[in-house]
């Protein structure tokens, strides 16, 4: 079975300042990797995803994120957040029919 | 419309209801997804469907949940006795082909439905 690990439940940050999200898989397969964004009382947004080819993938909003298959990392970044970014940021791979999540990274960006 | 929608938005139900929830997809859209959200913790999977086959039910936490999609369109999940570990964000998704393996397929969420059990 595939699990996803996201190791910081939370993540104060100052607005302005870079972010890192870090997100860890087990998988014993090639796999497609997402990570989501929840804003509050809404759905998933998808910010990006890695199916093949370059290991560093652009997002939407500025976020970017970089596959590492010896580490099983994908960890999300972005060089200067801004308020609007206050959300709970969600790491996920496919597996078969369905996708597999963390548990979260909620992403408090003060003024 | 233009992204999936769901109904209620929020529920509240006495331990031993059942409720019934409400799932649009995009139009179009083949496979359709519930997930189960707990408060503070990611998705999980309930249940998966290819047009108005059932392909995957491996999530679905007992019998007293069932979903069904009977026209490849719409889709509800019903949950009968309802009981308080019950209470959670109920999400959809929709993709527009069938299933995720192998495709890196996306999948479009709408917003939940809430549903508190007391």
């Known amino acids: 079975a595939q699990s996803v690990t996201q190791l910081d439940s939370q993540v104060p940050v100052f607005e302005e300042a870079p972010v890192e999200l870090r997100c860890n898989y087990s998988s014993s397969v090639s796999v497609y990797l997402f990570w989501y964004v929840q804003y509050p009382n809404q759905g998933l947004q998808l910010l990006l995803k890695y199916l093949s080819g370059s290991t560093l993938v652009k997002g939407i909003n500025g976020f970017e994120a970089e596959f590492n298959k010896s580490q099983t990392s994908f960890h999300l970044r972005k060089p200067s957040v801004h308020i609007s970014d206050t959300a709970e940021y969600f790491c996920?791979?496919?597996?078969?029919?369905?996708?597999?999540f963390g548990g979260g990274t909620r992403v408090l960006v003060k003024p | 419309g233009a992204g999936v929608s769901q109904s209620p938005r929020y529920k509240v139900a006495k331990r031993g209801q059942d409720v019934a929830l409400r799932c649009d997809p995009i139009?179009?859209?083949?496979?359709l997804f519930w997930y189960q959200q707990a408060l503070g913790q990611g998705p999980e999977f309930l249940t998966y469907?290819?047009?108005?086959?059932?392909?995957?039910k491996s999530g679905l936490p007992s019998d007293r949940f069932f979903a069904e999609r009977p026209e490849g369109s719409v889709s509800t999940l019903k949950i009968q006795r309802t009981q308080q570990e019950d209470s959670a964000v109920y999400l959809c998704?929709?993709?527009?082909?069938?299933?995720?393996?192998?495709?890196?397929?996306?999948?479009?969420f709408g917003p939940g439905t809430r549903l508190t059990v007391t």
């Open positions: 469907f290819q047009n108005e086959a059932q392909l995957d």
């Open positions: 998704a929709s993709s527009l082909v069938a299933g995720t393996s192998g495709r890196g397929n996306e999948q479009y």
């Open positions: 139009s179009g859209h083949v496979s």
């Open positions: 996920a791979v496919n597996s078969g029919n369905k996708l597999t």
